[in-house]
């Protein structure tokens, strides 16, 4: 039972990367929306490390790594979680171009044992979680809409 657990939590752990490859598999046949994500994710890391830096707000006490991951830089700080925030950018970015439940259900899977992970392994507080969810959720909306009329105005002239 133990070693289940323990592949669930490297499925939570590695969350943003599989979340990552299924978005770049799922839009490769959607060229405009799969370069606006690929400079949207970038854009979204950028903003997390700026939150990080700008808060400043510590990792919780006797945080464990799952991998021997260090945390340096911008990295030592836990506001926003950027997992959290990663994972939230490409379950909406994703769900909104191919509105596929079927895909949003896995998606939504995964996004809870990334959170799990993170707060087990006491990485981040539960508001670290929450606001960087919400952080990738509303950058994932937003840069949905921002490709939406970059599109429509492309396809216009």
């Not at 700008?54 to 006490?61: G, T």
């Amino acid at each position: 039972m133990k070693n289940g657990l323990l592949l669930l939590d490297y499925i939570g752990f590695f969350g943003p990367l599989i979340l990552f490859c299924i978005s770049l598999w799922k839009l490769s046949m959607r060229t405009p929306f799969l370069y606006g994500y690929l400079g949207l994710f970038l854009a979204n890391t950028i903003i997390n490390k700026a939150l990080k830096l700008l808060f400043q707000e510590p990792r919780p006490e006797g945080s464990m790594t799952i991998v021997g991951e260090p945390y340096q830089g911008a990295d030592k700080y836990g506001m926003p979680s950027g997992h959290a925030q990663s994972v939230g950018f490409s379950t909406t970015y994703l769900y909104l171009v191919t509105k596929n439940a079927l895909w949003l259900a896995l998606e939504l899977g995964i996004v809870g044992l990334t959170l799990i992970q993170r707060w087990k392994y006491r990485n981040h507080s539960v508001p670290q979680l929450t606001v960087g969810m919400l952080v990738g959720t509303f950058l994932g909306y937003y840069g949905y809409q921002v490709m939406q009329l970059w599109i429509k105005k492309s396809i216009l002239k």
